[in-house]
């Protein structure tokens, strides 16, 4: 046996050497931390400093020492985020996963983002591509400096490429991709539906909420009533069963921004809260960094959170101004229908006849070969790949393809004194149009759109695909700063955004609907913050995480008055379904059973309604949730008018309809969690923070996804948190007095699972905690020099 335990030491000392290797081959794709190190092109010292979760403070002489340091720093902790960014928007991932991925490369090579990053480059002003430049070198020496690869490259077995200046642009188009990302299926949807239902019920369909109203302007709209001619052939009968027959009540799940002046601040300070709602992965997508630096005003210093793979603050403060965004949801794309000739290669523009240009796009592809794909383009836009009416194509005229669409102007928020000069910059800055919401030291606030505006002329109908091809219907250029729409020192002292209709009248008009919300968020913002005279940085904190479900108020009322009925419950055993309803249905709680069943019942109701129409747009190659379309508000006015005219075919009565979605509902619940008393809102609605690898290394999901949990919030509440997307930051800070303020993020500032701070703001993002905006006590300390 001697022999056997001298094998089986071996095999043990084995094990032990490799754990041994792979974990020390780990450690030294750490970020440095502490001592110091040479940073290429620095013109002065720098000083890089963390607190115990990771939160950096970088000490410079300029702004280019503090971009190239900001570089360094995002590449050690974040690289590999920052490549899947990049490679994302410029339809690459191909070559670093492989053919798996070649289906999503082959629609975002549809945009040629690198061909556009390029040119948007080319146009910079002189200090943004400094700013750039500086940022780039400070990447691929932090790159550089690690002692071995980051560990996701190492699974993959491949090798990081070097950051160019384009990258950086990829990943601000990545936002694009992000926050503007129907891409001109919500317009072709929307153009199905209009030439499938008569002119009044398609107005119904598409009208904007009036029971959930919180424009900033105070601008109403009026509801439409339900028409009085029975319901179309396409909402009553199912011809095509509905594959995906998902509602959406916008077309963001959204965030929320909102502020009060002087008059209501503690102290007659002015206070921002901003908590920007994105899908949640691991890690976060957000690094927190406070930023010191002199010119020739004098010092500077802001804080807040940085985008990895971009130089500039997102939101945050320089002390005497406080910004944040969320997205505006407005149209900032048009489908327009082109007119080709008989072979397809040109188009009608103008009066004249053009051709259609011919990119060829070559798609590497890890471990086979190289794909063409093949992209038309106009001169309005590409050419998309939804099928059109014969001898026709759809384009996408979008923003984002523009110059104007792309610049690192933001950076000028950065140094804006004040509400006037930050609102002036907002219409020159090329990024993905955002509610700007800011306050001043001063106690002043304000609202506007930042980003390019396009100034539409001769368009009748910006909802569906239009023809362009007479000339009468184009963008003339860009508004300017005096044209778009602001709201400054609102004589309420109070503001708020939440993805809903901001505004009415012209302004509306120049802002479009991207596909609205509701506006019930909104308008429980907006209560909340009217509900007293004073809030401080905590009261705000408050209204964050606010998760009374007042949205589903009148859902409860109607399925306890009208459909829940004695004799219905009884015939159905439904007394312990009714219970949890009347029990716990009044706020998204975690251990909620009565929330979920509730809001089930919703969405069943609401996709029974809506089933045809779903189906009629799956056979065309659409979906239900592409289109602009509110389905609440229609739907609620449906069941409310109960005719029998109007009901969907396979229903005799509404209260059919009704009770079914309580059966259907309850039964898909009981068949997921077994129990009712299992199906709580937080088994249903669980964070859901996994790395980009862990799927496909199953085995290491518990070392590399955050920590997970039942959440509260849901969509239509301030504290939005729905099924793998919710609030990717909270901030609240009041400039001046940025020592008083708030900011966590999920996760934690590192990429790296063996990094300190990997997980470092979690537990408290999900406890609904505060964190001191500022970075706490310097626990690591790091000096780079020339």
């Known amino acids: 046996m001697t022999w056997l335990k001298r094998i089986l030491g071996g095999l043990v000392l084995l094990v032990a050497v490799l754990a041994l290797a792979i974990w020390l081959t780990l450690r030294g794709s750490l970020a440095q931390l502490d001592g110091e190190r040479v940073l290429p092109a620095l013109s002065a010292p720098v000083e890089a400093q963390r607190d115990a979760r990771g939160y950096l403070t970088i000490t410079a002489e300029n702004r280019l020492d503090v971009a190239r340091t900001l570089g360094f720093v995002h590449a050690q902790e974040r690289f590999f985020q920052m490549d899947l960014m990049r490679r994302n928007a410029a339809g690459e991932l191909s070559a670093l996963v492989g053919a798996k991925a070649l289906p999503l490369d082959q629609s975002r090579r549809t945009h040629r983002f690198r061909h556009r990053a390029e040119l948007a480059i080319a146009g910079l002003a002189a200090d943004e591509r400094a700013l750039l430049e500086a940022y780039v070198s400070g990447v691929n020496a932090g790159l550089g400096a690690l002692g071995a690869r980051p560990p996701e490259y190492l699974l993959l077995r491949q090798q990081p490429q070097p950051w160019v200046a384009a990258d950086t642009v990829l990943v601000a188009y990545g936002m694009y991709l992000d926050l503007q990302g129907a891409q001109g299926r919500d317009d072709i949807a929307t153009g199905l539906l209009h030439d499938a239902v008569p002119a009044d019920w398609y107005a119904f369909l598409t009208q904007h909420s009036a029971d959930w109203q919180a424009a900033l302007d105070d601008s109403r709209v009026t509801a439409l009533p339900l028409p009085e001619s029975p319901l179309p052939d396409a909402l009553r009968a199912t011809r095509t069963a509905c594959r995906d027959c998902s509602l959406r009540d916008a077309r963001d799940i959204g965030s929320n921004n909102f502020a009060v002046s002087a008059a209501h601040g503690s102290e007659k300070r002015a206070i921002v809260a901003d908590d920007m709602h994105l899908g949640l992965r691991s890690p976060g997508t957000w690094f927190k960094a406070r930023m010191r630096w002199k010119d020739a005003a004098g010092s500077r210093d802001v804080a807040g959170v940085t985008l990895p793979g971009a130089p500039l603050l997102v939101v945050g403060s320089n002390g005497r101004v406080a910004w944040g965004f969320t997205n505006t949801t407005s149209d900032w794309a048009d489908v327009v229908r082109?007119?080709?000739?008989?072979?397809?290669?040109?188009?009608?523009?103008?009066?004249?006849?053009?051709?259609?240009?011919?990119?060829?796009?070559?798609?590497?592809?890890?471990?086979?070969?190289?794909?063409?794909?093949?992209?038309?383009?106009?001169?309005?836009?590409?050419?998309?790949?939804?099928?059109?009416?014969?001898?026709?194509?759809?384009?996408?005229?979008?923003?984002?393809?523009?110059?104007?669409?792309?610049?690192?102007?933001?950076?000028?928020?950065?140094?804006?004194?004040?509400?006037?000069?930050?609102?002036?910059?907002?219409?020159?800055?090329?990024?993905?149009?955002?509610?700007?919401?800011?306050?001043?030291?001063?106690?002043?606030?304000?609202?506007?759109?930042?980003?390019?505006?396009?100034?539409?002329?001769?368009?009748?109908?910006?909802?569906?695909p239009q023809d362009w091809s007479d000339g009468r219907a184009r963008w003339q250029g860009y508004l300017t700063a005096a044209e778009q729409p602001r709201v400054v020192d609102p004589a309420d002292g109070r503001l708020w955004t939440a993805n809903a209709r901001m505004v009415g009248g012209?302004?509306?008009?120049?802002?479009?609907?991207?596909?609205?919300?509701?506006?019930?968020?909104?308008?429980?913002?907006?209560?909340?913050?009217?509900?007293?005279?004073?809030?401080?940085?905590?009261?705000?904190?408050?209204?964050?995480?606010?998760?009374?479900?007042?949205?589903?108020?009148?859902?409860?009322?109607?399925?306890?008055?009208?459909?829940?009925?004695?004799?219905?419950?009884?015939?159905?055993?439904?007394?312990?379904?009714?219970?949890?309803?009347?029990?716990?249905?009044?706020?998204?709680?975690?251990?909620?059973?009565?929330?979920?069943?509730?809001?089930?019942?919703?969405?069943?109701?609401?996709?029974?309604?809506?089933?045809?129409?779903?189906?009629?747009?799956?056979?065309?190659?659409?979906?239900?949730?592409?289109?602009?379309?509110?389905?609440?508000?229609?739907?609620?006015?449906?069941?409310?008018?109960?005719?029998?005219?109007?009901?969907?075919?396979?229903?005799?009565?509404?209260?059919?309809?009704?009770?079914?979605?309580?059966?259907?509902?309850?039964?898909?619940?009981?068949?997921?969690?077994?129990?009712?008393?299992?199906?709580?809102?937080?088994?249903?609605?669980?964070?859901?923070?996994?790395?980009?690898?862990?799927?496909?290394?199953?085995?290491?999901?518990?070392?590399?996804?955050?920590?997970?949990?039942?959440?509260?919030?849901?969509?239509?509440?301030?504290?939005?948190?729905?099924?793998?997307?919710?609030?990717?930051e909270r901030m609240v800070v009041a400039p001046g007095h940025e020592e008083r303020g708030i900011l966590v993020i999920p996760g934690g500032q590192s990429g790296h699972p063996l990094s300190p701070f990997y997980r470092g703001d979690h537990a408290a993002w999900l406890a609904g905690e505060p964190l001191p905006f500022l970075p706490a006590e310097t626990k690591y300390r790091l000096a780079l020099r020339p």
């Open 338 to 464: 082109l007119k080709l000739n008989a072979a397809g290669t040109h188009y009608q523009a103008g009066g004249t006849e053009k051709p259609l240009q011919r990119v060829v796009e070559r798609i590497e592809v890890a471990g086979a070969a190289a794909v063409d794909h093949v992209v038309l383009e106009s001169e309005w836009g590409p050419v998309l790949p939804q099928k059109a009416p014969a001898g026709q194509a759809y384009v996408l005229r979008w923003v984002a393809h523009d110059r104007e669409g792309m610049n690192l102007r933001l950076m000028h928020m950065e140094t804006a004194a004040d509400v006037d000069e930050a609102v002036q910059l907002a219409a020159g800055a090329g990024m993905p149009a955002q509610n700007l919401v800011v306050a001043d030291a001063g106690g002043r606030i304000a609202w506007t759109v930042i980003g390019a505006m396009p100034r539409r002329v001769g368009e009748e109908d910006m909802d569906r």
């Open 506 to 728: 012209a302004a509306l008009k120049l802002l479009g609907n991207g596909g609205y919300d509701v506006g019930a968020r909104g308008q429980q913002i907006r209560d909340a913050l009217q509900a007293q005279d004073r809030f401080d940085e905590a009261g705000l904190h408050a209204i964050q995480l606010d998760h009374r479900a007042l949205f589903l108020k009148r859902w409860r009322q109607l399925l306890l008055t009208q459909v829940l009925t004695p004799e219905f419950v009884a015939a159905n055993g439904l007394a312990d379904y009714r219970a949890e309803v009347e029990k716990s249905a009044e706020a998204a709680r975690p251990d909620a059973v009565g929330y979920l069943l509730l809001r089930s019942f919703r969405m069943q109701a609401l996709k029974s309604i809506f089933a045809p129409l779903s189906g009629l747009l799956e056979a065309q190659g659409a979906k239900l949730s592409d289109l602009k379309m509110v389905p609440e508000t229609p739907g609620w006015a449906l069941i409310q008018a109960a005719r029998p005219d109007t009901l969907p075919a396979g229903f005799k009565t509404w209260s059919e309809l009704l009770q079914r979605a309580v059966l259907d509902s309850r039964k898909e619940l009981l068949d997921k969690y077994g129990s009712l008393a299992a199906a709580t809102w937080g088994a249903d609605n669980a964070t859901s923070m996994r790395h980009p690898l862990s799927a496909a290394v199953p085995v290491l999901g518990a070392w590399l996804d955050q920590a997970s949990q039942g959440m509260s919030g849901d969509s239509h509440m301030p504290r939005v948190h729905n099924h793998g997307h919710g609030q990717s």
